[in-house]
Nanobody
Framework: QVQLVESGGGLVQAGGSLRLSCAAS????????VGWFRRAPGKEREFVAG????????YYAESVKGRFTISRDRTKNTVYLQMNSLKFEDTAVYYC???????????????WGQGTQVTVSS
């Protein structure tokens, strides 16, 4: 079984930065692809960024490309999402999720954290 816990959310002004962490328990996490997703008020959950189990393969939604960076530290069983140049429209609850398969579809992911709120003030 895998448990995921996000942290690092908060309130930040537009143009600022935050780093989200997704800490995992369970050895199986080593072999999981990890994705970050977000859900803004009144909107569907959407893919933000993903990273392969080895950390060498990363990909992003167009809306965050060039501003967000996903990375993972296998020694700490943690995946990070560095968010720079934040915009008001980045406001959402951010979730990390894990699955053996690479996907941008949230329905494909079996393991989920509880989410962390990111609020960007304009």
């Amino acid at each position: 079984q895998v448990q995921l816990v996000e942290s690092g959310g908060g309130l930040v002004q537009a143009g600022g930065s935050l780093r989200l962490s997704c800490a995992a328990s369970g050895r199986i996490f080593y072999n999981l692809h990890v994705g970050w997703f977000r859900r803004a008020p009144g909107k569907e959950r959407e893919f933000v960024a993903g990273i392969g189990w080895g950390g060498g393969s990363t990909y992003y939604a167009e809306s965050v490309k060039g501003r967000f960076t996903i990375s993972r530290d296998r020694t700490k069983n943690t995946v990070y999402l560095q968010m720079n140049s934040l915009k008001f429209e980045d406001t959402a609850v951010y979730y990390c999720a894990g699955d053996p398969r690479k996907s941008v579809d949230s329905d494909e992911y079996n393991y989920w954290g509880q989410g962390t709120q990111v609020t960007v003030s304009s």
